[in-house]
């Protein structure tokens, strides 16, 4: 307000209003200053629709660059077309995407099965006691080589000293016998004896004879011998072997029926196992057999098949199957070398350093790869198939919810994608590389034989 003016309200008597005034504005005169400065309404309205624009251009803009991205994101992983399954271009490449034609082979079947190591009966014996008495001596040991003819033990039998005595009474008889009969015989020709005498010396003789057979007869069921140590009973290794048990020792009072010794030659064993009566057809006495450990070793030892067995198990539906495995020892690649000094032991290594070790030029130790009682895995080279069959690799077949498929190859398509398609298959016989497709596919189709892992992992996931 100007001066003049407040100068007039002054001489009219109306209350001046303060330049600067210090009190509360009224209501009425704040509402009036706020319209005041208000911005005009057409203002107002364009810069709320400018920014409208604004914020609606963004949003096209995110949404477009959205559907641009899952544009691009959808082609990278397979997905099914009108049944078939689609893989684009990039997921074939990552998984290194192959196939192959559906061939014919002639396939040499390969049976596995689970089964034990037991010692071969034509190589193995079990030394008893067969009589009472006192072990005195004891000589053999678990593991301790022993060729035929070795004594593992003595015992001390009455039962047998007496029976040796019989012997030696029987021989003093047979002979006196002999005499005898020799003397009635010359005294017969000379007529100065009777014809009755002469029968009764020989009868006698006779008599004594089977006295003695009758005796040796029961020290050698006895398993001893007459001329040895009376009352000694010696235990004899009957085969060249290992002793694998012992249950007998020294001062030890035993039985005649007692097991003392058990040897067997770990050079020989049989793998017995049990094989399902739909892959005994295919199995013949001779095929070859690679057994390996089950504890993850990778020896593998080769046998043969030396018995089917002709009676199949009504509740398992398997036959025995046994195999003759050659289980020569073979060299231990960690045994330290014979005679070196434990590793850190440096005492008197000046001293010694320029002498041989002990034992140089010894023969390496050797160990048998498979043992009685062991669990193994045998894979039957089975030779009884001999006409072609329709074949696919094993690593193209997958496995859903217990059954079998493979991916069959349908087409390339122009922009790089694979299209393939799932197809159930009724599985043959198997050598351990290839597998017999009785139907589900015909010759000539192709299947999908790498990223098949991959493709069944992103499929059923």
Do not use: C
Not at 294 to 306: C, K, T
Not at 399 to 421: I, M, P, T
Request: glycine letters at 8%.
């Amino acid at each position: 307000m100007s001066e003049l003016t407040h100068k007039a309200r002054s001489q009219s008597g109306e209350q001046p209003v303060p330049l600067f005034p210090t009190e509360p504005t009224p209501k009425g005169a704040k509402t009036a200053s706020a319209s005041a400065r208000r911005l005009p309404r057409s203002i107002m309205v364009a810069a709320g629709a400018g920014l409208l624009a604004v914020l609606m251009g963004l949003a096209i803009w995110l949404t477009r660059d959205e559907e641009a991205l899952v544009t691009e994101a959808e082609p990278t992983v397979p997905f099914e077309d009108g049944g078939d399954i689609v893989v684009p271009e990039a997921f074939a490449k990552v998984i290194d995407f192959a196939s192959e034609d559906v061939t014919q082979r002639t396939l040499t079947a390969a049976v596995r099965a689970v089964g034990t190591a037991i010692f071969d009966p034509h190589y193995e014996q079990v030394v008893g006691t067969r009589v009472a008495g006192i072990v005195t001596k004891l000589l053999r040991f678990e593991g301790e080589a022993v060729r035929k003819g070795d004594v593992l033990a003595e015992i001390t039998s009455a039962e047998l000293a007496d029976a040796q005595a019989t012997v030696i009474v029987a021989r003093a008889a047979l002979k006196a016998a002999e005499r005898n009969r020799f003397r009635e015989g010359n005294l017969a020709k000379d007529q100065l004896t009777t014809a009755r005498e002469v029968e009764e010396a020989e009868r006698e003789l006779q008599e004594q004879r089977a006295r003695l057979e009758a005796g040796e007869q029961r020290v050698r069921a006895l398993g001893a011998t007459t001329p040895g140590t009376k009352g000694t009973y010696p235990l004899v290794a009957g085969i060249t072997g290992t002793v694998v048990e012992r249950h007998i020792n020294l001062g030890q009072a035993v039985d005649a029926n007692l097991e003392a010794f058990h040897i067997a030659n770990l050079d020989h064993l049989w793998v017995e196992m049990r094989v399902p009566e739909s892959g005994l057809v295919n199995i013949r006495d001779g095929d070859a057999v690679a057994i390996t450990g089950i504890d993850g070793s990778e020896a593998v030892i080769h046998g043969r098949v030396a018995h089917i067995g002709n009676l199949i198990d009504p509740e398992t539906r398997t036959a025995d199957i046994r195999v003759e495995v050659d289980n020569q020892p073979v060299p231990v690649a960690d045994a330290p070398a014979a005679g070196a000094a434990p590793e850190g032991d440096v005492s008197d290594a000046p001293t010694k350093a320029a002498q041989p070790p002990k034992g140089a030029g010894k023969k390496p130790a050797l160990k048998h790869l498979l043992r009685a009682g062991q669990a193994v895995k045998a894979e039957i080279q089975a030779t009884g198939i001999h006409t072609p069959v329709a074949t696919v690799p094993e690593g193209s077949i997958v496995d859903v919810d217990g059954e079998k498929y493979v991916f069959l190859h349908v087409d390339s398509e122009a922009d790089g994608a694979q299209r393939v398609r799932r197809m159930p298959v009724e599985l043959g016989t198997s050598d351990g590389t290839f597998r017999e497709i009785r139907s589900g596919l015909n010759m000539g189709q192709r299947v999908v034989t790498s990223g098949v892992f991959a493709l069944k992992s992103e499929l059923y996931r």
